[in-house]
């Protein structure tokens, strides 16, 4: 299959190398330690989640759901650059660190936004950018880490910005590729790889944070002899897909990291019969060893494209009459997961749709093992229509919990579905070329309406959804009509949520009780960036990322043909920039 091009060429950089002739420093660095990661105080957001658990949540509370009518911008700052700007903005006692499109992180006095340093990536010319993103970096005593679009792993001074070393850890020329923020436990930096779509084999990598050697190297498609290896026919699972393109969450009592792993490759089930362990998965892998320790399949032998690559929340939740040490998930495949974690294995302890899900017929009661209807699932002969679309009920961008409301809050895709498959035939991999099993024009025209809904009247698209964790049962729910809902979420000790994701460039702060929009302003670019909090002076600030691209504005653009000519969406402007605002004073 010749490769399609469905995003824009990459913009060549001409050098690894800083801004300006000589680079600012940041004096008086605070090293993070892994005492620091386990408990990390509440002024900064020293990870991609702010806590191991990744519950997306700030306990600052001096923004409330009382005041937030006064926030304003206090300073914002220009990437220069295109495309998806998703990551966090990361801030350890001052310093703030921001990840962005073409593998460039900044760093910037998190209360002035001046520049102190800035590094750029020299990414191949010939490297193809499926996803031409970055989730943000990890902080590690004075250093800064950073997973690359050319599948390596960069260790940078967070003083200076300069590099300390480079280790690669898979081969962007067979389409293996990183755009997660590494996880940092035990000393480790713990990264993935992308490239599923190119029929590679999942893997995660640690490497030793100071020398950048590679500790351990374990992959998600099991080899023949291997546990699950008898769940792939011959030798599929040498191509079988399983990315890890998400941060995984971590357990510091047992030492388990827990990551959630993509789709199988190719795309259509019947090219390769069999469950396909550990894809669409949540795998729990000691991060001592690299080992396996336990794992639950969310859905077997995928063939709706539904990446379960999300790491659950860790959070402890009563069920009938017990006390569960948990994992939370809301999955792609429309299902809210509730499960136990260990010091092994992972039990299941229920599920139930969250969004409009005809593709399951039911899920086992004990073992959490989905049924499938059958027409529902598209083949290489046969297409199919399915709800939710292929994007999923909850794609990449993050839920939230939080503790003081006790809701897990969901940035959902409601009311929309997909129809594909059909093609007939599969192409021999070439390495570096897509290779899905349905063509590129065929997935990317394959969003719909769901037919339950009023197709004549504005239909609800985005949903913020929010559950409470005791009960399991949905509490509220704000929707968006007509519109991509691609909302990384941040919720505070303030009764906030904060969001953007929509195709109007509107960032939000909604009260965490009730759902109820309170404020909420207009962004140069759409806003698909993880929102962070964090404090200095004594003065609260919540940051985010705009710049629209990558899977929102390819769902925008099918929006466009499926809506009436009376309800098309706003242009979406491309740049990317980086805004932090605070109470007016």
Not at 80 to 86: I, V
Not at 219 to 233: L, M
Not at 272 to 287: E, F, H, Q
């Amino acid at each position: 299959m010749k490769r399609r091009v469905v995003v824009s060429a990459i913009c060549a950089l001409a050098a690894v190398a800083h801004y300006g002739a000589k680079p600012v420093q940041a004096d008086g660095y605070s090293a993070v330690t892994d005492e620091r990661l386990k408990n990390p105080e509440a002024e900064n957001w020293l990870s991609w989640r702010g806590n191991y658990g990744g519950w997306g949540y700030s306990s600052l509370e001096q923004i409330t759901a009382d005041n937030v009518k006064d926030l304003v911008p206090v300073w914002s700052y220009a990437t220069g650059l295109t495309e998806g700007h998703q990551a966090p903005p990361i801030v350890n006692n001052g310093v703030m660190f921001v990840a962005t499109p073409e593998n460039n992180v900044i760093a910037l006095n998190a209360k002035t936004g001046t520049e102190i340093w800035r590094y750029r990536r020299k990414l191949p010319k010939e490297l193809f950018q499926l996803h031409p993103t970055n989730r943000g970096v990890g902080l590690y005593k004075d250093r800064v880490y950073l997973a690359t679009l050319d599948a390596c792993v960069v260790a940078l001074d967070a003083t200076t910005g300069k590099q300390a070393w480079e280790t690669c850890i898979g081969d962007w020329k067979i389409g293996e590729y990183s755009t997660l923020s590494p996880l940092i436990a035990e000393g480790k930096v713990i990264s993935g790889v992308s490239g599923g779509e190119f029929g590679v084999r999942g893997a995660i990598t640690a490497l030793d944070a100071d020398s950048g050697k590679v500790a351990w190297k374990t992959f998600t498609i099991p080899a023949p002899g291997e546990p699950g290896s008898n769940s792939w026919r011959g030798e599929d699972w040498k191509t079988g897909g399983g990315s890890v393109w998400m941060q995984g969450n971590y357990d510091p009592d047992t030492k388990l990291a827990f990551f959630g792993t993509g789709n199988g490759a190719p795309w259509m089930p019947d090219t390769r019969p069999g469950d396909n362990l550990y894809t669409s998965s949540v795998i729990a892998i000691d991060v001592t060893s690299g080992a396996i320790k336990g794992h639950h399949q969310y859905h077997w032998n995928d063939a709706w494209d539904w990446d379960e690559v999300s790491a659950p929340l860790l959070i402890d939740y009563p069920r009938d009459g017990k006390d569960v040490k948990g994992l939370v998930h809301a999955g792609r495949n429309g299902y809210l997961w509730w499960l136990e974690r260990s010091k092994g294995d992972i039990n299941f302890v229920g599920a139930e749709s969250y969004v409009e899900q005809n593709a399951f017929d039911k899920i086992d009661k004990k073992t959490g093992r989905p049924s499938y209807n059958q027409d529902k699932i598209p083949l290489l002969n046969k297409s199919a229509k399915f709800c939710p679309s292929l994007w999923g009920g909850k794609d990449w961008p993050p839920e939230a919990y939080n503790p003081k409301t006790g809701m897990l809050y969901i940035p959902s895709h409601i009311n929309l579905c997909s129809e594909y498959g059909g093609a007939g035939t599969l192409d021999k991999l070439k390495p570096g070329e897509l290779w899905l099993s349905v063509p590129v024009d065929v997935v990317f025209a394959s969003l719909r309406f769901s037919d339950k809904v009023d197709q004549t009247k504005p239909v609800p698209t985005g949903s913020l959804q929010a559950f409470d964790i005791k009960t399991g049962k949905r509490i509220w729910e704000t929707n968006f009509n007509d519109t991509p809902f691609w909302a990384p979420l941040l919720t505070t000790g303030g009764n906030l949520v904060f969001a953007g994701g929509t195709a109007d460039r509107k960032f939000r702060a909604m009260n965490a009780s009730s759902g109820k929009i309170l404020w909420e302003t207009s962004m140069p670019s759409g806003v698909t960036g993880v929102p962070s909090s964090y404090s200095v002076d004594g003065t609260q600030y919540i940051a985010v990322q705009a710049g629209w691209g990558v899977d929102a504005e390819r769902m925008h653009a099918l929006m466009q043909k499926i809506l009436p000519a009376d309800r098309k969406l706003p242009t979406v402007p491309q740049g990317g920039s980086i805004w932090v605002f605070a109470l007016k004073k």
